[in-house]
């Protein structure tokens, strides 16, 4: 069942904020996923890139999985995906063999910022109207709560 503002705003219960928040992340997944098809991307695929381009860099792959909230076999897949693509690599650990660092390519930056402008756009659409306190006022909410998580 998809979110509904108005029972949002009678229901004030702590506990409906997750629930909002499950339904928003999935409902952005959705959107964004229909914007990053036209480049031959999905969502899991930008998450893993916009941790490689904004992360530390030749991240492990155990390192990067954690990051973006995957398990190991899925990150795997999705790097397999990226690797197939073109925009990114697994290199050898320069200390242990067994261990495999990932990096973006020199020609993944066209796909990074074709896939950074459409999750932008997608954000502009979804706050439009919203007063910047009231985002800011989110922000520091939801970075509160991730604190305690």
Same mark, same amino acid.
């Given at each position: 069942? /998809? ?9 004030? +219960? ?16 959705? $959107? ?19 941790? !490689?381009?904004?992360?530390? +860099? /030749? ?18 897949? !999705?790097?397999? $995906? ?5 925009? +990114?690599?697994?290199?050898?650990? +320069? ?23 459409? =999750?932008?756009? !997608?954000?502009?659409?979804?706050? $439009? =109207? ?11 909410? !939801?970075?509160?709560?991730?604190? $305690?998580?």
């Amino acid at each position: 069942m /998809a979110f509904s503002p108005a029972a949002a705003a009678s229901d004030i +219960a702590p506990e409906s904020i997750p629930l909002a928040l499950n339904d928003l992340a999935r409902g952005w997944r959705s $959107r964004l996923d229909e914007r990053l098809r036209p480049l031959g991307l999905s969502c899991a695929m930008w998450a893993v890139i916009r941790r !490689l381009a904004n992360g530390p +860099a /030749a991240q492990t792959q155990r390192e990067l999985a954690e990051a973006v909230g995957i398990e190991g076999p899925t990150l795997v897949r !999705l790097l397999d $995906r990226l690797e197939q693509c073109g925009i +990114a690599r697994r290199v050898p650990d +320069a200390d242990d063999r067994r261990i495999k660092r990932v990096e973006l390519s020199e020609q993944a930056r066209p796909s990074w910022d074709a896939s950074l402008q459409a =999750g932008l756009e !997608l954000s502009r659409e979804l706050t $439009r =109207g919203i007063a910047a306190s009231d985002l800011e006022t989110t922000r520091q909410v !939801l970075v509160t709560m991730l604190a $305690r998580l």
